[in-house]
């Protein structure tokens, strides 16, 4: 699910949505005083038992006292409350007892145990505490409260336990760095917990027992007639009604004023009334106790937005839309299709999640024809709440989704699609368009990262950790869908053409190698092989010319002699009928080729893709090369996505993050806006990482450069040095001649200041000395902490022509060893790093290190806005940061992963 404001923002008054195990949603809040009465309530509600457990005796005195506490917390203390309606159904609270220390108490209502409450309050109250500089909580437990114990021990988090006189002390971590194992397992532990959350509160969506339309007038061609319709046709009789202000039956389907009429509460109410209508009947459904909405009614303004919304909040119904056009869902005991795109989707196996309806016509009316019928289709439209994450866990646990195909237009929570999307990937493809690829334009910034980082690298970088298979248009996603739904994945990037016209088998074979396949030589043993099987006259490298005369049984029997070799990791055929047969159509009655994907290419279908039926279920067949190849090479990045291990996040030794945070927080505290870290203290950020620098020396005069000439002349190669101008308003110094190379003596040293303090004037606040460098590759590492995906790490080619190589990869953090390969492999600067023309190889292990460094800094200091060290010289003999740059900024994050309702 996605976090309520984009990653970043606080929370609104501290309040927040969340779900219980059984997907029933609870408000939590920080309490305030006027919350007293309430939670003094609920001590007091609790069994002897529980109370016992709580307080250590069975003294209801200890309850008031908390309540009146926890109400007026101390600075160093917090709490949180969970609120079902207007009753508090669980509290937990933190004492500061150190400065990083706390201790945790918690306690839920008797009649809400066993329902996760106790832990999402916890997941919740870290967050709280976490950002009041807590690093460790402590809680005592009674030995016989195996309940809590094991609420500890099911979060996650590292835990460490002492046992005395029959109480237990746990001690928890609650912010283990991103190299340590226990944040994974929290990590994987919280989102389990979430999917199952989340797709129990997705039932009554889905799977409802009873159904009500609020929108179906006595026009026909309204568009909750349409709903109404296709509600009637999928065969609900029962349970279906309809509310009307005047009629007592709408279409033979009987009709009520209110929900309250009804003879049984529907679980869903499918809602096509005018704007101004929805917030009414939202709040009616709410008060009646209905479970879930589907909106379709567009135009709602911000006032009835927030009206909808609250509703849903106050009342815990799910909801889809506004401004869809509805859902379906083949696997109920009565098919479920309200929705308006004319279209009653088959039972089949694709999840189909689009936030746009036109785009789920399409795919629904493609999927359709091509016979891939449909698990689940949603279209999300303003995604007021059911986003495209609940729909990710939605078909992962639907054993009838084998594909998930996705239309998403923005992410309200990217960080949490990318933990789900690889989950959910190991099981079952997903697939979707990279939309909104046009918004690439470089905007305006002051660092060489921050340009750089474009949507579109960006949601590159989202899409390739998470496995995500993004295509770049409609049509290829359809086609990779049906490639990918119908034939196994390829074992390789090599691929054998087969063509029965030569020309048709070298455009085929040229498509191949534009979407970064291989068209490799087949070998003398197989070619001798194909001649036997082919016609007279089939010239048998690759590509293979069949020649007109090929049978469909001679294709198949070359189809299984290539995938007997193992070699290959797919067949493209490139096939036209002529006056001498159709092999196409001798193909599809053939027996099976097994283990390797078989593609066709025939040019003149005049569908983009089909799948024709054949002996093993379907066969994909293509209008053209190109989105053949495009689907193929899309499959083949699958397969290597899974066989790939799944890498980890390195241990760093010499990292001092304390240091870091109080050089950031001194800085803030005297330029509440943020700005450029001065140059001393970019320094020492980089140093408590251990983050290789060349030595420097701040000056403000000319003697003070002509000293500093002297300490580090010595220490270049050259006996030279550089003099570099610093300025808050001097993000780019080469723009304005503000670096000065090869300085070769004291006066020189001098006159380099005066030329600098004569060029820029008062946009000089000083500048910074270091020794030549030694030769060596020119790297930039880079962050940009966006505002909705979080840090990002860029690597490629640096130096002054960096934006001129556009040589930029780009990952989230944290950087796994996986990771860091990928980035160092994938640039443009791979040839040089690895030695290129006799050059020596440079240390790429140290390249590494520094790119796993700089993800560690970005992870624990979210503050750091933007951050450049360009360039970074490779050496045989390591890395070393040579100019850097960081701008920090007052952040107050929310953790992405706690669990929340939109």
Same mark, same amino acid.
């Given at each position: ?342 279209? #009653?989707?088959? +039972?089949? %196996?694709?999840?189909? !999640? &689009? ?6 016509? =399409? @795919?629904? /009316? $493609? ?75 470089? #905007?305006?910034? +002051?660092? %060489?990262?921050?340009? !750089? &980082? ?6 590159? =970088? @989202?899409? /390739? $950790? ?437």
């Amino acid at each position: 699910m996605n976090t309520t404001p984009p990653f970043g923002a606080p929370a609104a008054a501290g309040e927040r949505h969340a779900l219980a195990a059984d997907g029933t949603m609870l408000r939590l809040a920080v309490p305030d005083p006027a919350d007293e009465p309430a939670v003094r309530a609920f001590f007091t509600g609790l069994s002897d038992e529980s109370t016992r457990m709580r307080f250590f005796g069975a003294s209801r005195v200890a309850g008031t006292r908390t309540a009146a506490r926890i109400c007026r917390p101390p600075a160093e203390s917090g709490a949180l409350l969970a609120w079902r309606g207007d009753r508090v159904v669980g509290a937990a609270e933190f004492h500061g007892t150190t400065p990083h220390e706390a201790e945790l108490a918690l306690a839920v209502a008797d009649d809400w145990h066993h329902r996760g409450i106790g832990t999402l309050l916890i997941e919740h109250l870290i967050d709280i505490a976490r950002g009041r500089g807590v690093r460790r909580w402590t809680a005592d437990v009674l030995a016989e409260n195996r309940a809590m114990l094991r609420v500890l021990q099911d979060l996650g988090l590292p835990l460490h336990r002492r046992a005395e006189a029959g109480v237990v002390t746990a001690v928890i971590p609650l912010d283990p760095a991103a190299d340590d194992p226990g944040r994974e397992e929290f990590l994987s532990a919280m989102g389990l917990r979430e999917r199952q959350a989340d797709t129990a509160s997705l039932l009554p969506l889905f799977r409802p027992s009873a159904v009500a339309v609020a929108g179906a007038g006595r026009r026909p061609d309204s568009i909750g007639r349409a709903l109404l319709a296709n509600l009637t046709s999928a065969g609900w009789r029962n349970g279906l009604y309809v509310l009307h202000p005047t009629a007592e039956s709408v279409a033979g389907v009987p009709a009520y004023r209110h929900i309250a009429d009804l003879p049984r509460l529907p679980e869903l109410v499918v809602v096509a009334v005018p704007a101004k209508a929805v917030p009414d009947l939202a709040e009616e459904c709410g008060q009646a106790g209905v479970a879930a909405l589907v909106v379709v009614t567009a135009g709602l303004d911000a006032d009835q937005s927030a009206r909808v919304r609250n509703a849903c909040h106050r009342y815990g119904m799910r909801m889809i839309g506004p401004n869809g056009v509805g859902i379906a869902d083949t696997g109920g005991r009565t098919p479920l299709n309200a929705n308006f795109t004319g279209i #009653r989707p088959v +039972a089949g %196996h694709a999840g189909v !999640a &689009v936030q746009s309806g036109g785009v789920g016509i =399409a @795919l629904l /009316r $493609q999927l359709d024809r091509l016979g891939i019928g449909v698990s689940t289709f949603v279209s999300l439209g303003d995604k007021y709440d059911v986003s495209g994450n609940d729909m990710l866990q939605w078909f992962e646990t639907d054993p009838r989704t084998e594909l998930a195909v996705l239309h998403l237009e923005s992410f309200g929570n990217p960080r949490k699609f990318s933990r789900i999307a690889r989950r959910v990937g190991r099981s079952i493809p997903v697939l979707t368009v990279d939309a909104g690829r046009s918004a690439s334009a470089r #905007r305006a910034a +002051a660092s %060489h990262t921050a340009a !750089a &980082v474009t949507p579109t690298v960006a949601r590159a =970088a @989202l899409f /390739r $950790q998470a496995g995500v298979t993004a295509t770049h248009s409609i049509g290829d996603l359809v086609a990779v869908s049906a490639l990918m739904s119908a034939q196994p994945l390829p074992r390789n990037s090599a691929v054998a053409v087969l063509g029965n016209a030569g020309g048709l088998g070298v455009l085929a074979a040229d498509a191949c190698a534009d979407a970064g396949l291989a068209v490799p030589y087949l070998g003398e043993e197989l070619e001798r092989e194909l001649k036997q099987i082919l016609p007279p006259g089939a010239v048998c490298a690759n590509p293979v010319d069949t020649t007109a005369t090929v049978t469909g049984e001679s294709l198949r029997r070359a189809v299984d002699a290539i995938a007997a070799t193992g070699r290959i990791g797919a067949v493209l055929l490139a096939l036209a009928p002529t006056a001498l047969g159709d092999p196409l159509a001798e193909l599809t009655r053939g027996s099976a080729v097994r283990g390797i994907p078989l593609a066709v290419v025939a040019p003149e279908r005049a569908e983009a893709v089909d799948l024709l039926p054949a002996w093993h279920g379907a066969l994909p067949v293509f209008a053209d090369s190109r989105t053949a190849a495009v689907a193929l090479a899309h499959a083949r990045d699958r397969a290597q996505w899974l066989a790939r291990p799944r890498g980890v996040v390195p241990l760093l030794p010499g990292i001092d993050p304390d240091r870091a945070r109080a050089v950031v927080a001194e800085y803030l505290a005297g330029h509440e806006a943020g700005g450029w870290l001065p140059p001393e203290e970019c320094a020492t950020v980089l140093g408590a990482y251990g983050i290789p620098q060349a030595p420097m020396r701040y000056v403000t005069s000319g003697d003070a450069t002509v000293r500093a000439f002297r300490e580090l002349a010595d220490l270049s190669p050259a006996g030279t040095v550089a003099v570099k101008a610093y300025g808050p308003e001097l993000p780019h110094k080469s723009d304005v001649g503000g670096v000065l190379l090869d300085i070769a003596d004291p006066n020189a040293a001098y006159a380099a200041y005066a030329e600098l303090a004569h060029r820029l004037g008062p946009r000089l606040a000083g500048a910074v000395v270091q020794p030549m460098a030694a030769r060596g590759v020119e790297l930039i590492v880079g962050i940009d902490q966006d505002e909705v995906l979080g840090p990002l790490l860029l690597f490629g080619l640096g130096g002054t022509a960096v934006d001129l190589f556009g040589d930029h990869g780009a990952r989230l953090t944290p950087l796994t060893d996986l990771d860091a390969d990928d980035l160092l492999g994938e640039s443009r600067a791979a040839k040089l790093l690895y030695g290129h023309r006799g050059e020596p190889p440079c240390d790429t292990d140290a390249v590494a290190d520094l790119l796993h460094r700089v993800s560690r800094l970005a992870d624990d200091l979210p503050q750091i806005a933007e951050l450049d060290l360009n360039p970074a010289i490779a050496t045989p003999g390591g890395v070393t940061v040579v100019d850097a740059r960081i701008r920090v900024a007052v952040r107050h994050p929310r953790d992405p992963y706690i669990p929340r309702v939109r």
